[in-house]
């Protein structure tokens, strides 16, 4: 059974920079063709795609975002870790982490997000 | 920058077919952008669909398929069911990144 749960602040204030951690269990990021991404979506928004980290540590990034993020993972604990730079309160938002594995196949698994606030 | 456009609304009456599309600013959808469906009812995590444009997960219902129409992606859902009454996305692969289409509010009328 495949799980993910994210973690972190709640809230930050602008320009700090926010860490969160994607916990899951039920699959190994050391196993071939298996990614773990980053998905955001502002209240009443749509989802915006932020990252992706693959199980050869190829990690895939925003374009429009790509300055302030970073994706990084530690397969012996199972955890992914994205921070993004100088938050604004545009940035506020759920974020979710999701699996990734198969051709073709992105994100059948989510964690149930969490809300993050970007204000002073 | 590359923008993923899907109908903002559609409605449907129970039992009814209705189908939502995906288009992409680059041009005609073709399997290699591997086009993804998700669904996401209010105050829930997004769940998929269907992947590679037409395949199912075990948990899609048979109602639910996926195809390439008028060189969009699309999503067709067949007998609806008031729980189809939801908020639907598309995915495409643009050679490494992806992007999510703005979404489909479907109301079941």
């Known amino acids: 059974q495949i799980t993910l749960k994210e973690s972190g602040p709640t809230l930050v204030k602008p320009t700090q920079t926010l860490t969160l951690t994607c916990t899951f269990s039920g699959f190994s990021l050391s196993t071939s063709g298996v990614g773990v991404g980053w998905i955001r979506q502002p209240p009443g928004k749509a989802l915006e795609w932020l990252a992706l980290i693959y199980w050869d540590d190829d990690k895939r990034y925003s374009p429009s975002l790509k300055s302030r993020l970073t994706i990084t993972k530690d397969t012996s604990k199972n955890q992914v870790v994205l921070t993004m730079t100088n938050m604004d309160p545009v940035d506020t938002a759920t974020y979710y982490c999701?699996?990734?594995?198969?051709?073709?196949?992105?994100?059948?698994?989510w964690g149930q997000g969490t809300l993050v606030t970007v204000s002073s | 920058q590359t923008v993923v456009t899907q109908e903002p609304s559609l409605t449907v009456s129970p039992g009814g077919t209705v189908t939502l599309t995906c288009a992409s600013s680059t041009g005609a959808v073709t399997s290699g952008y591997y086009p993804n469906w998700f669904q996401q009812k209010p105050g829930q995590a997004p769940r998929a669909l269907i992947y590679s444009t037409s395949n199912k997960h075990s948990w899609t219902p048979a109602r639910f398929s996926g195809s390439l129409l008028g060189g969009k992606a699309a999503l067709t859902l067949s007998g609806v069911q008031p729980e189809d009454e939801a908020e639907y996305y598309c995915?495409?692969?643009?050679?490494?990144?992806?992007?999510f289409g703005g979404g489909t509010k479907l109301t079941v009328l």
């Open positions: 995915l495409l692969y643009y050679g490494g990144a992806v992007v």
């Open positions: 999701a699996h990734r594995y198969g051709s073709g196949s992105f994100f059948g698994y």
